[in-house]
């Protein structure tokens, strides 16, 4: 029931925190252009981390004024810290990326030629940032941190990969983090009401999204994934998450040679499930 209402209020937070702010997105600052070529503002992501941390917030006042112990309460700060941090960094890269370098590749390039780009500077702080919120989650010994700092840290590039196009990422990271919140027993979805906030306001910005009203950027985008990754880190055994880190890794490395858009458009489900709710071109 927590987690019902914890998706439920960090939904509201996210649509309400949209709907008073989107002025702000208007500026030159945020245009960009999509798929269509139409101009939609970057960064909305902001707003998901901002929902989340408002929701977060609320949750505290409701359990201090009920004196309630809050047993989720280090997973929820786990989560908050991701998400915050995570934000930073992609919300850096939407704002202030220059040059052509893409890809693991191509920032691993730039490092070897001694330039940092914001791409770079976000996988170098993504993997800090990673290993910080994993060893506040588990505390099973050097080699299972290294593992779920990998997780995380891929799963949040995951999450940017995927946002070629209006909803996707919100459709596969939400589809990833509600089938951990169903299959998790019940002593583990205790440690996941941060992970259903971010899911709840992932799904209140999803309208705005498929509508080409926003553009979650690397601010969001990279969030949605790092949380589908924690959720792993949070909820399953050492060989779950291993395997995970296995299938998360293959995906981004297949991304420098495969584009996931053109497989996405060549399977009838997949294509059918994509376009579900956006705009036609």
Not at 218 to 235: E, I, M, R, Y
Not at 241 to 259: D, G, K, P
Request: hydrophobic share 55%; with cysteine.
């Amino acid at each position: 029931m927590r987690l019902l209402a914890a998706i439920g209020l960090g939904a509201a937070a996210s649509v309400l925190g949209w709907i008073s702010a989107r002025g702000i997105f208007r500026g030159p600052l945020f245009a960009r252009q999509n798929y269509r070529a139409a101009t939609v503002p970057v960064g909305a992501g902001v707003i998901l981390a901002i929902a989340v941390l408002a929701a977060d917030a609320f949750l505290v006042v409701v359990d201090s004024v009920g004196h309630r112990h809050r047993a989720d309460a280090g997973s929820l700060l786990v989560v908050t810290v991701a998400v915050l941090g995570f934000c930073l960094l992609g919300l850096l890269d939407d704002l202030a990326a220059v040059g052509d370098d893409r890809g693991f590749s191509g920032h691993l390039r730039a490092l070897v030629q001694g330039r940092l780009t914001t791409g770079g500077l976000k996988l170098l702080g993504g993997g800090v940032l990673a290993l910080i919120v994993t060893g506040m989650a588990r505390a099973d010994g050097v080699g299972a941190l290294l593992v779920d700092g990998l997780l995380v840290a891929l799963a949040a590039n995951l999450g940017n990969l995927f946002d070629r196009s209006p909803g996707r990422t919100i459709k596969v990271g939400a589809i990833a983090m509600a089938g951990l919140l169903l299959v998790a027993s019940a002593a583990d979805r205790v440690q996941l009401t941060g992970v259903a906030l971010v899911l709840g306001a992932a799904l209140g910005l999803l309208l705005f999204d498929l509508r080409e009203e926003l553009m979650l950027g690397d601010a969001g985008s990279n969030v949605v994934g790092a949380t589908a990754g924690l959720a792993v880190v949070l909820s399953c055994g050492l060989p779950v998450r291993v395997a995970a880190l296995v299938i998360v890794l293959a995906l981004n490395a297949a991304s420098e040679r495969v584009s996931f858009s053109r497989v996405i458009d060549s399977v009838g489900l997949l294509r059918f499930l994509d376009r579900l709710g956006r705009r036609s071109r």
